[in-house]
């Protein structure tokens, strides 16, 4: 048997990385702990309970983030990656071989401005688009944009009708075939209400999505996006219940209209923000594939969530922008860590106005950095086994189910 050299020789079968130093009881840790609060004047001489009670902080949705985690805090058996639940990631691969999505954000009513923009992303690494335009400047954006390897997603408000006609052209035009084409239309009825307070038909989506399944295999028809409620001051729980709830509703539209629950569920997109708490972010982006594994539990589908995670606007700041670089930074690599399928890091001054083809560049280079010279996506989901975050997500999925519920 190989052996390695110490001063005892040890079976490499059982080698263990500590064995030349004593073994470090919870007790002995307390005992620490204490000390340093009575030193710093926040644990009474008298206090005879758990010192590191003193040190548990609460998030929102009321969940204990601990000081300490040990096997003991595990929750169980977290599944298998590209298996139900799917916490541990929706393909059994990961994104070893292809790293995300990387999604960049376009908007504006210049379609020849917004084109630029596109087409400088798409040299520099984007690889696909998401696109806020007025459905009649869609083709002018698109120009010369090769759609058969850039996915587009759309973001057409309202007008998600007229946009995904005017892109269905383009795929005729440029003699796409239609079992080729990919896109994500984003219809979401739900997502315009919450954020404009007027009232959600759910039918011309389902409707839209019927007459989408049947010819063009890879397209999704209807985002459920959590931005709106988000963006509105929701907490992680509430986020996810209120996007979980939402793709319920949207299936139960679609099944209305004619389609079975499977291919319902391939017409969906979720849409989930990303923040500068990395461990809260991962924890949400897995827990969010395992309400819905449940719900596909339920409802009698296999396939699992597909998820677009966006850096929070909300957490950039219009003064000093420069700092956002790092927020979205730290956004991103959770994002990744927690196995979103695509990623969109908004550029650092994108609170101020419009931004500018530096600020572009800054927020690709970012996946790119962590992509190809981190080797993010080069592990299949790294925080596996974490007893913090396989703990942090349990928490959370339960909250988040009694949000939903």
Request: proline share 6%.
């Amino acid at each position: 048997m190989t052996e390695v050299a110490g001063p005892e020789s040890v079976p490499i079968s059982e080698l263990d990385l500590a064995a030349e130093f004593p073994q470090a009881t919870r007790e002995q840790w307390q005992e620490l702990v204490a000390g340093v609060l009575r030193k710093s004047g926040k644990l009474p001489e008298d206090f005879t309970g758990a010192p590191e009670s003193k040190l548990v902080t609460r998030t929102y949705d009321g969940i204990e983030i601990q000081p300490l985690y040990t096997a003991e805090d595990a929750p169980g058996d977290s599944g298998f990656p590209g298996l139900p639940p799917y916490v541990r990631g929706a393909r059994p691969d990961g994104q070893v071989s292809t790293g995300w999505d990387v999604r960049a954000r376009f908007t504006g009513d210049d379609a020849r401005a917004v084109n630029k923009a596109i087409l400088a992303d798409l040299e520099g690494g984007v690889t696909s688009i998401w696109l806020s335009v007025p459905p009649a400047a869609l083709a002018d954006a698109l120009n010369e944009v090769y759609l058969d390897l850039a996915q587009v997603v759309l973001d057409a408000g309202a007008e998600y009708e007229a946009a995904a006609d005017a892109l269905f052209e383009l795929f005729d035009e440029r003699e796409i075939p239609a079992s080729e084409a990919a896109a994500v239309l984003g219809a979401d009825p739900l997502g315009l209400a919450a954020r404009s307070g007027a009232a959600a038909d759910l039918g011309p989506a389902a409707a839209l999505a019927a007459r989408v399944a049947g010819k063009y295999p890879k397209v999704r028809t209807i985002v459920a996006d959590g931005l709106p409620f988000h963006e509105a001051g929701g907490s992680d729980a509430q986020e996810l219940g209120a996007v979980v709830a939402a793709g319920v509703a949207y299936l139960r539209a679609q099944t209305d209209a004619g389609l079975d629950a499977e291919t319902a569920a391939g017409q969906l997109e979720f849409r989930i923000a990303a923040t500068a708490d990395q461990f809260s972010t991962i924890a949400k982006l897995r827990a969010a594939r395992r309400l819905w594994a449940r719900v596909a539990e339920v409802c009698g589908f296999s396939s699992p969530m597909r998820q677009h995670a966006v850096t929070s606007p909300a957490m950039l700041t219009q003064r000093d922008p420069w700092v956002n670089m790092l927020r979205t930074t730290v956004a991103c690599f959770g994002a990744g860590v927690g196995g979103a399928d695509a990623v969109t890091v908004l550029p650092f001054d994108a609170a101020i106005g419009k931004p500018d083809a530096f600020s572009a560049r800054i927020a690709r280079n970012t996946h790119a950095v962590l992509l190809e010279e981190s080797k993010l996506a080069g592990v299949v989901d790294p925080a596996g086994g974490s007893w913090y975050v396989e703990k942090l997500t349990d928490d959370l999925a339960h909250a988040a189910w009694a949000e939903f519920t």
